[in-house]
């Protein structure tokens, strides 16, 4: 017996299972959550040995995800059901942020208050952005005469000099990306959010691979547990989650920005009204993706909540 105990005192705890997460893009506001929770220990303490992959955009995302490149992804639900819709063996486990942030971004004083207000005027957007298919839509559910439009495709780093300058009334994007810098420039601009006009669909989710959920259900649903109240923490201490998202990443764009946008706007995103709790859309949003994006029925098979953790971690 005593023999045994021993033998039991010096063996090894047993080792952290690996997990690799691909963000959407490089560690910023809407991956923050992930970060601080890596930071605070709770992988760790799920016996969760994480590795954090930069990202090149939700759909590339989302298509590392589809080939098993990668174990979990966070990207746009819109781009995730894309190409779940084109047969890829991708299901949506967790939206982290229920409200989709991506608008139409224009100068205040630029006469686009309304879909409509779009014609005849000169529009960029990214070319494979996650925003494509949030524009489509939104063009069809508002009557939008899409002809009339000069789209200029463009890569989304330009959008602040042809905003500024005038050589555009518009650009598609988050307002993080585009508003923040303005405003910081001195700059005021407006937005309208696709989800307030004619396209609600689910944000910035977790995506991970059916076979891959079925291997290791356990490992998910401590990922999602941990990862969830990550964005907790960020909700409740905003500032010590931007102090350790540029402590471990400093090259994540300018601090400054990076704190504006999260209060601003990012930590509106995370619940709807309606929602039980961070992670958990209302059914209604899944209803009203799956129409925004053309699916129909066929959206119940793209997502789960069967990797939640049983108990409801609140909205902020």
Request: hydrophobic fraction near 40%.
């Amino acid at each position: 017996m005593a023999a045994a105990l021993v033998a039991l005192a010096i063996s090894p705890a047993a080792a952290a299972e690996k997990l690799k997460v691909t963000l959407n893009w490089t560690p910023d506001d809407s991956s923050i959550g992930i970060v601080y929770a890596d930071v605070l220990g709770y992988y760790k303490d799920a016996g969760i040995d994480l590795e954090i992959e930069s990202g090149k955009g939700s759909g590339s995302t989302s298509q590392l995800v589809a080939a098993g490149n990668t174990d979990v992804g966070l990207a746009s639900g819109a781009s995730a059901l894309s190409i779940a819709a084109k047969g890829a063996p991708v299901k949506i486990i967790a939206p982290v942020y229920q409200k989709n942030g991506f608008g139409i971004v224009s100068l205040k004083d630029t006469p686009i208050s309304k879909p409509k207000d779009l014609e005849g005027k000169t529009f960029a957007i990214g070319p494979a952005s996650a925003n494509v298919p949030l524009f489509e839509a939104m063009v069809k559910a508002n009557g939008v005469d899409k002809s009339t439009i000069n789209m200029i495709f463009a890569d989304d780093a330009s959008f602040i000099a042809l905003l500024n300058e005038k050589k555009v009334d518009a650009v598609s994007d988050a307002p993080g990306d585009q508003m923040v810098p303005l405003e910081f420039m001195g700059v005021e601009t407006k937005i309208m959010y696709y989800a307030d006009i004619g396209v609600p669909t689910v944000g910035m989710s977790l995506i991970a691979r059916d076979d891959k959920l079925k291997q290791n259900p356990d490992l998910y649903k401590k990922f999602i547990d941990a990862t969830l109240k990550g964005y907790a923490a960020v909700a409740k201490n905003p500032d010590a989650a931007v102090d350790a998202l540029f402590e471990k990443y400093p090259n994540s764009g300018k601090k400054d920005r990076v704190s504006v946008s999260l209060k601003k706007y990012t930590l509106s995103l995370l619940c709807l009204q309606g929602s039980t709790g961070l992670g958990r859309a209302p059914a209604e949003l899944w209803k009203s993706t799956g129409q925004a994006l053309n699916l129909g029925h066929g959206i119940g098979a793209m997502h789960t909540e069967d990797y939640l953790p049983p108990e409801n971690i609140p909205c902020p």
